[in-house]
């Protein structure tokens, strides 16, 4: 990694705004942008974090997918239960798990990509940058000040 004087400059800024946006009472998230640049965002900018394995969703409509998928698993759940009441004989009790399954991924996934959808909006609406897709930000890196691991003349 290269050192870069103004790049840090401006982090450093986006940091002290952040303290003292937090100590003010804000909610605020401070997170990496899509672009590698510092930003903090108002909680409600922030839709969802994906998570640190390799296949990711961070889109509202790739979370949509994955809720449609979750509605099928629920609609095969209510199918396999009452098919036994077409032919005459009991409900299948076994298929309650797959209904519960598919039912709470389903309201989970949908939970997830309406946050997203309307944060994706008010970043628009309010011109915020698109935050990184790993969520991740070393708060002891950016202590102001703080000599950096990249910085010429540091030893760590």
């Known amino acids: 990694m290269v050192y870069d004087r103004e790049r840090f400059a401006r982090e450093d800024a986006v940091y002290a705004e952040h ?8 909610k605020r998230v401070l997170r990496k942008t899509s672009t590698g640049g510092l930003h903090s965002y108002p ?22 997918i994955l809720m449609v998928v979750m509605v099928l698993i629920l609609a095969t759940g209510v199918w396999l239960f009452q098919r036994p009441l077409w ?12 209904i519960g399954f598919g039912g709470l991924l389903t309201l989970y996934t949908f939970n997830l990509a309406r946050d997203e959808y309307r944060a994706t909006q008010l970043r628009k609406l309010r ?20 000599n950096r691991r990249d910085q010429p003349g540091t030893s760590r």
């Open 43 to 64: 909680a409600d900018e922030i839709g969802f974090t994906p998570g640190g394995g390799q296949a990711q969703v961070s889109t509202w409509w790739g979370m949509g």
């Open 127 to 146: 011109g915020s940058p698109k935050p990184s897709s790993s969520g991740s930000v070393d708060i002891n890196l950016l202590e102001l000040g703080q």
């Open 19 to 26: 303290k003292r946006a937090v100590a003010a009472g804000e």
């Open 87 to 98: 032919e005459g004989s009991g409900p299948e009790w076994g298929a309650l798990w797959l």
